[in-house]
């Protein structure tokens, strides 16, 4: 997070899911973090991808893994 940003917490009996994907010549990287409204993480993931140096197929990658998670927690709301 950008040094002055401030993480926003949902409002009560929502969740956020935060994404970040990271790209380099000799390897791509995400993270997925699911917190609850008072910033407990309850569940996330990290992976590696074979693809190299290609931000928008990490970010895709992480988004598809942030609706799965959504989707297998089975979160009523979802920031």
């Known amino acids: 997070m950008p040094l002055g940003e401030v993480w926003c917490k949902p409002s009560a009996g929502s969740f956020k899911i ?9 390897q791509n990287a995400y993270g997925v973090l699911v917190q609850d409204a008072e910033g ?10 074979s ?12 988004l598809t893994v942030d609706i799965r998670l959504a989707i297998d ?6 920031w």
């Open 18 to 26: 935060n994404v970040n994907g990271s790209c380099s010549t000799s």
């Open 40 to 49: 407990m993480a309850v569940d996330g993931s990290t992976r590696t991808l």
């Open 73 to 78: 927690l089975q979160l009523p709301s979802v």
């Open 51 to 62: 693809v190299y140096g290609d931000s928008t197929v990490t970010e895709v990658a992480a």
